[in-house]
């Protein structure tokens, strides 16, 4: 269970980016909101890897590093 007031913007870094977000978003609403698709994608949240079964019980806390990494196929 998240630890932040949905009513307050929490600061965190995607990808090296500061970011504000609303409190009390898990990894996979964070994607949604960020139109990225899950399917191709893995998520680094605090230098761990969250599985994509755990996306949506792992919530993104006020200081957070995550790295959204997307996979291109091509050759």
């Known amino acids: 269970m998240p630890t932040n007031s949905p009513q307050h913007p929490i600061g965190v870094f995607i ?7 609303p409190a ?7 994607l ?3 139109s ?5 994608v893995a998520i ?6 969250v599985r994509k079964r755990d996306w949506d019980t792992t919530f993104v806390a006020a200081g957070s590093q995550i790295e959204i ?7």
Do not use: M, W, Y
Not at 24 to 30: F, I, K, R, T
Not at 36 to 40: K, L
Not at 44 to 49: R, V
């Open 15 to 21: 990808n090296g980016e500061p970011r504000e977000l």
């Open 24 to 30: 009390g978003q898990s990894v996979a609403s964070l």
């Open 32 to 34: 949604h909101s960020l």
């Open 36 to 40: 990225i698709p899950s399917d191709r």
């Open 44 to 49: 680094e949240l605090n230098k761990t890897i």
């Open 69 to 75: 990494v997307e996979f291109v196929g091509g050759g």
